[in-house]
């Protein structure tokens, strides 16, 4: 079963992304993302180190597009 991600989560992980490139990532950023990974998790019933890890799949490492 494929892991589902909301837009709103794909977009916290790219923001703390960003910061992580930068060097610049904040407790807050980083804990505003594990408590939106909880929350989708458990509002999907899927298991959250899944969803976690799906999530940073599609922001650090997205697939070139035109590949499918």
């Not at 709103?8 to 505003?32: F, K, Y």
């Not at 594990?34 to 697939?63: D, F, G, M, N, S």
Request: no cysteine.
């Amino acid at each position: 079963m494929a892991v589902e991600l909301s837009d709103e989560l794909i977009e916290l992980e790219r923001a703390a992304w960003a910061e992580m490139q930068e060097n610049q990532l904040t407790v807050e950023t980083a804990a505003r993302v594990q408590a939106a990974i909880t929350a989708h998790a458990e509002a999907t019933e899927q298991p959250r180190y899944e969803v976690e890890r799906e999530l940073k799949r599609v922001v650090r490492h997205p697939e070139p597009e035109g590949d499918s």
